[in-house]
Nanobody
């Protein structure tokens, strides 16, 4: 079992930036493809961004493309989500999820494809 821990959430103003991190407890993140999802109140959880285990593949939801960047920091054993120009509609609980043993460029974008999940971190964007 892999326990993922998200960090970096908080309250920011519209247009601000925030960086989230996802780290596995007791494991090395480098062998996992990692995906960020988010869930706003009253809405279904949705895909945000994902990165392959090698870092060669990255995919973004259209609504965050150009504003969010997902990256791997194997030295710190984290996968990070840098969020710029935040909007009120970006406010949600952000979850990271991981899947092992995928081809080098494959990114999972659907919940059912993920094996492990974190507890989530809250991002609030004030207008």
């Amino acid at each position: 079992q892999v326990h993922l821990v998200e960090s970096g959430g908080g309250l920011v103003q519209t247009g601000a930036s925030l960086s989230l991190s996802c780290a596995p407890s007791g494991r090395t993140v480098s062998s996992y493809a990692v995906t960020w999802f988010r869930q706003a109140p009253g809405k279904e959880r949705e895909f945000v961004a994902g990165i392959s285990w090698t870092g060669e593949g990255a995919v973004y939801a259209d609504v965050v493309k150009g504003r969010f960047t997902i990256s791997r920091d194997n030295a710190r054993n984290t996968v990070n989500l840098q969020m710029h120009n935040l909007k009120p509609e970006d406010a949600a609980v952000y979850y990271c999820a991981a899947t092992p043993r995928l081809p080098s460029r494959v990114v999972r974008t659907i919940e059912s494809g993920m094996h492990y999940w974190g507890q989530g971190t809250q991002v609030t964007v004030s207008s």
